[in-house]
């Protein structure tokens, strides 16, 4: 590897000092090639496409910071803004802090003067306090969030919250009177009406809008979380113990059936799934207090624990719990021991009470013998993962605890299917059986495979035995420490629970391979764990072995060491513990688990000594103990100086060992050994220390340390120095990490020792630094690692900021309790163990600096370690040069807290901030940085991201170091040179606006910008500024010119970003980023307490005035949201909501033409602007809308005010929809509805969006992996503002996402109501601002052509008047709305103004607002409306208002109705005091309109009540269209409404007389304004298609005088209109077959085209009529018209149709009982089903007999009825089914009241009913106006029913062509056998004699003429079928020529007889 030799060090550094000397510090940068990491080639331009965003041409530099800054200072005058001028003096804080403990005391060694070097380290590291550099400032940077606000409610009619409220208000209108007169009126604006100065008006206004503003608006629109965490760097986490998850247990009860004897219980956790134990074990006694007392040997103070605290690091889904029980030993085997406990039940016999007690005393001898002797009993397993899977999933509903972070901070490990513990309540968990240990199967693997088997069948376990007992412990997850908790080394813990009183034991978790964790406290634990022993080859009865195990600190017989932590109720430490004995096994297996404490000063003389025992459990005479010697073994501790690990075989000599003997030998002579010497002991240890390391290269490391920190022997151990670091790049990273700090404490005060010796220690120096670096790469890049979302590592940045000090070589003799402000004392006298005054090379020494004087009197002179460590920086090249800058965060984080040591330990502080550091180190710096710089531009993008970065913060540290200035011309090289670069490179966009972000993110970034500083005296290419005039300076302010950019310099860069992306070429995805930076900056302004001041606010608000300008040239490309698809702003979605203030948009409230179904003009504020094609998002849109709001409201009035005037209306007029477009982007939405709760329909806003996306591209891992497989480079960076495009081609993962199974429904509930609440106050805010700065522009009206510009203020107005507002924000701009007219009346009332008439539909709806403050300002303004209107304008405000009113009225509801009349009233109330308008007609003609008002009302309401009844909707919008005869508009699309509805229900015929009353309206209109002669006449033309279109004539003709202003403003009212109309009639006339019609309509059209000359037009009419009159003559008789029904309403439930008759027009072939099922069908449904009746007769109702509480319907089939002279002229079939009037029907009855009696007796009864209007009409039922009634008497019903019968034998047989069916029916009627007794039952009554009447006699002569007539047509008929017939028809022939014959015989001598009275009456 190449480096920089001495000689070319010294080199560099001339350069640098000769730089310095002239004052121009050139960057000393390498060249960057692109062929890899070390050789990397140029990048062709040519080969890349173009640049997203123009290069600047423009680059500036910054002012001379410090120089200006002084000059600021010298002004006294400052006053509040002194704070803007300069950095605090309490800046930076060092602080030397007391070590943060978890225990009461800390882990340390027991004997501190023994140590060995090695250990002292380690030690020191862990227990030296921490030093940390603060800036006290810093918090103040950060964004605002949404957390704590303390927002005041808003009250919005749209909230679904209002629905109580309505119901409420539904039921207390019931109870009000309809009369206008008698409503109460609302609140009334007092001196509404006085004359009042207008100024006075106006400052009033502004104080009550002025009024509890909220003070930091972006607490309502903070920035994406997101956008903050990924450019933040947040504290490091303490070094300091971490757990991942840890359960607590808490042991209730355990105990078997019968209690016989003690029982000990050992626990631990087991990993199945990796076969290993990963847990210490715990040891439980819960024996009673009597077995305890025969299980001890003597009474002591002894310590029972019962709750346990299990660490799981990497949690499985197979861990287990597993419970060993253990007994005294007694004689016998295991299953001898268990069969009383399996088969001896737990009862109350006395033969159980024998045995149990039998057992009792025999169970006492041994205990009382035998208590220190265990053997194995029992065990158990608990499926722990299960457990608490099962109760999170039924006690938690969210799932994010199931998943371990995102972002970076996501381990590799959560890719491999590990579950995460989730937080639970405790849980309680009972087993009920055990298992029988089995005597050969001790050991742990024997122990997994039983738990493996237990989970499937397996014979094995049938064949295992169990136990009943019971054990219940307690399962929590562990939130706070409990009291009384030791921790594995039985230190106690410090806790804020004081409640429990019983004991608790953290237990250790066994390191994990490949985790890795940094030591950080001192631990030094040993786990001897004995495994086998083999005595099988020794002759003699030892059958029950055990092995008894000491640490010996010597090889002196009585020196145990008493280390040997003691079980739950033994003493705390012992100095020898024994094993389980198996049972008669001569070759035992031990489970048994030795836990050691170490000494802390290790020799070669530890060591472990193990006795082997039988032991006899028959007491023996012979002996007195039951412990008989069989043999003996020793392991010594260390081998070599390094602490033994691994398993070991062991001989065992079968003799005592001579004391003292020697441990290392192998061999005693003169002992014997067991199986000739063979290794027949098997024993394990497993250290856990954090003192002494299993690498023997670290140990040679860590001495070599100490032998050079002690002896400064460094110069004569070189080479062995340099060997031992360089042997650290072979350390596994594991331990390498685990002794990570103390390995960093070494390293660098090495690096420093180093530095000293000159060339001679180059090589070690380089060496040295080679090593940190790639120990920082190796760390880096682990999968392993933590890191935080900057991909820094935990561990690292740990140590820098908390452990890291500068390295001492000298002692300090000046008080380090004046250096550190926030020192204690004992803290001091720590710290000054460990400063340095760095002594860098010796030819070098460009920052020297004196220190105190030493006895002699002479000066010291020393090197700054920052100093050193940057020349190491910059002098690396190669790999290590890439390395250094990949992970450059660490070692800037290194530069600057130890150059801010400097400055407090020298006391610099104080010091200009210019001299502060050496002129060569800012060449260093300056070097340094631009390497960085080339890197960045030149390296690959998934490289230098974190590189730009560190760059970011390493500059954003030294603003608060170093010569500012000189960091900020630092600042703009990176940026420059990132822009320029980046036409070829396009990631470095996203790079330099990251930078940005960084730096700007410093907490005195407005300082850095200079806000004091007066525009006159900036400088300029070295020239002063010309003096230039206020309206200059204003202007200044609001142009991102070059001096703006040169004075507040970091502004200017960010501007000029956001001007450069805001271009139609730039990126996407680089816009956001720029815009979310400026939205972060503004955002911390507002959050910073120190910036609360008004006028410290408004200087801040002046430097981003360009801004405005920037924005308001990006107009076009901003989007409208309420224009965006899905929004609430589509004008169909809102008007669909008559809550929605959005329905004020004039246009029909039903559907429309397509050339009226205009949209809102002011739900598109921007014309043009809007359009799809926006190239901003609307994201970006509403962020860049709410900066500018901020600007607005925090800026200097008078500032604003100047800018204004010296726009030109253009300008203007473009700004002011700037504002409209604010009103749009932040409209409020409304709380969500209680279905979108339930059904959890509702969303988050794009924050869940961005965290999804975060979590699945992360900076780590496998999501790094995906990252670099996109096609654009530093994608990873931009994704979370990617579009829905990128997004798809993205798989979700769903287990690295955090998502709910469920939501609890009040939370959520809540969670939206407080969303809702913070969209209320923002949108508020945002309203009120925007109604601040239109006061402003009306303060404008000096300016030149005003009027524009006014006129746009009130379309503002209007606009934020339609969208859903507050209260609040109501009352406000209707006050500004009343003096904005007040001032300017023309503005409204021109002719040419558009806004009139929307202003009148805008307050209406406002009028039927259910808040009465709303209501109050509404009715105030549309009075005032009206007042000033008065004298010019009156009566088209009128007709506005009636035409408003009128548009709304399908939505209104009763609702609405009763709050628009009690508007009406405050209106009335107005007129009554206004005396000013007294003596006038004003008040008359109010009243009139009111009362107009009133009737509209009525009938529209009416419409919402009959939805489901389309009748009543029909004749109701009949009723409607009337009386709005002289608005032509309005008539005609109510007509058309009304046609729509026939279509709907295929009555085309209805459909078309609508189409034509609009065009005889259309004709009249043309007729009357324009009189053009091929135009028709009015609606005389049209009266041949239906007498009914004659009513269209009535309209006024002053309608038509008005028609100047617009009124009949649509394209209908003109000839195109006209033809349209037509041709729409013409389409429907024939859908129903009114082929007549069809030509009478062409007759209209034909002079029209033949006028215009229009040939092929004529030819089409003339083609179709045709086909028209082909059609006529086809069908003449088979179209089917329709059916006439009568029917009567009767009852109080019809309401208004209550005794009501009408004629229903139906198809054709309806007939009585389809139309009368249908409606009693449809009135049930409205009625109730028992409440709904049909009266069968067709007589006359008399009400009185009905029950007044059902609805009855009368129904009778009707037919048209003709006069005589009628029928002459209808002779069609069309003539006879067209304008029809009059109708009748019969109704038979007698004299006595029936309705049927005997012939002579039976009467009939004609009904003629004359309807108001001719059918076919525009409605199908009309309404009966006359009725006329004819009584026939028996005889003349008989003659109407004879004629009626020989009319159809005579119609029948004339038909032609013949039809044969019809006239064989017709016979078969006639002449048929049974049907012939009915004529002549008739002659039989009425001529077998002469009547004694005479005024009967010409009715019986008629009847005869009758029978005579019915004779001939029945012969004539049965000649016609006998020539039609066939062959087989001959016999029916017959049998009809019999049956004729018959009939005519049997009335001959009726039809001849005469009345001689008539005959000589006649003669006379």
Known sequence: MASFTFGERQQYLQLVSSEAATGELKPFVPHFRRTSLTDVQEFSPSAVPSCDIPFSPDPVDPLDFEVHIANQMENSELGSLANLVDFPKDDIEVTLSPRAYRTVNPAVPDDWNNLSPQVRSCVKTYTKNWLTITRRYQKCSIGSRRKGLNLPHQVFECDESFNMEKQNFLNAVAAQADELETEAPDIFIQNLLQPTDQEEVDRKNEIMRKSGRLLDLFTLFPPSDEDEAMHHRTIPPLPCEQFEQRLQINFLEFKFEIEIEPMFLILALYDLKERRKISENFYLDMNSEEFRDISQSQAQSLCYFRKAIFSITQPSSEIYLVIKVEKVLQQGSITDCAEPYMTIKENETAKTKEKVGKLRFQANSFCQRLSLYRMPFAWAAVDLMSLTFNRSSQNSLNRESFNGGSGSEMRSRSLDNRNHIPQFGPVQHSLNMFNKQEEDKLSDEDLMKFITDEKKPSPLLRRLRKIPGIFRFELSTVKDTPSFCFTPDFLELKSSNSGDTELALEVLE??????????????????????????????????????????????????????????????EYVNELYTPVAYHSRSPFFYEEVKIKLPSSLTEGHHLLFTFYHINCQPKQSQDSPEVPLGYSWLSILDNGHLCCGTFELPVNLDKPPFPYSVSSSSLPGLKRLDNRKAVFKVELRPVSTVHTQERTLERFFSLCEAVGEHYSLAHQTEAVNQAVSMLRQVCLEEL???????????????????????????????????????????QNSEEVKKDSLGRSHYLASYVHYMFNVPVLHEIRSSESEKYATLKPEAATALRRIRLRSTSDPAIQPSSLMLPKDRGGSQKHAQLFHEELAYCIVLTNGQVRDQVYRHLWFFFELLIKSMSQYLSDMDRWNYPVKIRFSENFQGIVNTMVNIGTEYVKNQDAEITEMTNLSLGFFLNDLLSLMDRGFVLRLVGHHHRELLEKAAARPHLHDRRINFLRVVCSHEHFVTLNLPLASHSKLQDDNRLLEDATVHDCVAGMFRLSRKFRQQHFL?????????????????????????????????????????????????????????????????PQLQNLSDSEGSKSKLTARYSNPRNASSLIFTSPVLLTPHTASTNR???????????????????????????????????????????????????????????????????????????VGSHVYRKSRDMKARLEDAIFGTTGARSEMMKRREYPGIDRLFSRVSVGLQEKLRWRKDLTQWRQAVDKDKLKAELQQEALISGNLTVETNLIVLDTLELVIQLSSMPDFKPVVTRVLKVLIHSLCCNQSTLYLQNCFNTQRALIAKFPEVLFDEDSEHCMDLCLLLLQRCMSHFESTRAQASASLYLVLRQSYKVHFSRMKMYITLSLASLAEKISKQDEHCLQKSLGIM????????????????????????????VLCDTVKLQAFLMDVDMQIDLMFRIAKGLQNYLDLRLMWLRNIAIKHIERKKFAEAAHCMVHSAALVAEYLNRVEGAVHLPMGSVNFQKISINILEESLVCDEVFSMEKE?????????????????????????????????????????????????????????????????????????RLFGTFFRVGFYGSLFGELDGQEYIYKEPGITNLVEISARLQEFYKKQFGKDRVEVIKESSLVKKGNLDPSKAYLQITYVEPYFEEYELKNRVSHYERNSNLRRFIYSTPYTLNGRAHGELSQQYKRKTILTTLHAFPYIKTRISVIERQEISLRPIEAVIEDMQKKTHELAKATSVNPPNMKLLQMVLQGSVGTTVNQGPLEVAQVFLSEIPDDPKLFRHHNKLRICFKEFLKRCDDALKKNKCLITHDQLEYQRELERNYEALEHNLQPFINRKIPHLYVMTRL
């Not at 001679?760 to 630094?769: D, P």
């Not at 972060?1080 to 006028?1095: F, T, V, Y």
């Open 1606 to 1678: 617009g009124i009949c403003s649509g394209n209908s009212f003109s000839e195109e209109g006209l033809l349209e109309l037509l041709n729409e009639a013409v389409e429907l006339f024939n859908k129903a077959e009114y082929y007549e019609a069809v030509y009478e309509i062409y007759k209209i059209i034909v002079p029209i085209a033949e006028f215009y000359r229009n040939i092929k037009k004529l030819s089409a009419i003339h083609g179709n009529l045709k086909e028209t009159f082909d059609l006529i003559l086809n069908k003449d008789s088979k």
């Open 1051 to 1115: 502004v200017g860069l960010l501007l000029k970003e956001i001007a450069d992306v805001l271009k139609p070429d730039s990126g996407r995805l680089i816009r956001r980023e720029a815009v979310n930076l400026l939205h972060s900056l503004l955002a911390s302004h507002d959050k910073d307490p120190r910036l609360w001041n008004r006028e410290l606010k408004a200087k801040v608000a002046a430097l981003y005035l360009p801004l405005l300008g920037i924005i308001l040239t990006a107009l």
């Open 1468 to 1495: 009335l109330t107005y007129l009554e005091t206004d005396k000013a308008m007294e003596g006038t007609s004003f008040s008359m003609q109010v009243e009139e309109l009111l009362r107009n008002l009133k009737a």
């Open 510 to 571: 066994f390191p994990l391979p490949g985790v890795l964790t940094p030591y950080t406290i001192y631990r030094n634990l040993l786990y001897v764990y004995p495994q086998f022993f083999n005595f099988t080859n020794r002759q003699g009865s030892a059958r029950n072995i055990t092995v008894k195990i000491q640490l010996m600190g010597s090889e002196k017989v009585n020196d145990a060491l008493p280390v040997i932590f003691g079980k739950s109720g033994h003493p």
């Open 737 to 779: 990490v685990k002794f990570l700090n103390v390995v960093f404490d070494k390293l660098l005060p090495l690096l420093h020792l180093s530095s000293r010796m000159g060339a001679e220690g180059a090589l070690v120096s380089k060496e040295i630094f080679d090593v940190l670096v790639a120990i920082v790469d190796r760390l």
């Open 1162 to 1236: 002011y739900s598109t504020p921007i014309a043009g602007f809007s359009s799809p094609n926006a190239t901003i998002t609307a994201e970006v849109t509403q962020t860049l809308l709410f900066c500018l709001l901020w600007i607005l409201k925090n800026a200097d009035e008078a500032t604003i005010k100047g800018w204004m005037q010296s726009l030109l209306t253009p300008q203007m007029l473009s700004f002011l929809e700037l504002l409209d477009l604010c009103v749009s982007n932040f409209e409020y939405e409304g709380q969500p509805s209680t279905e979108q």
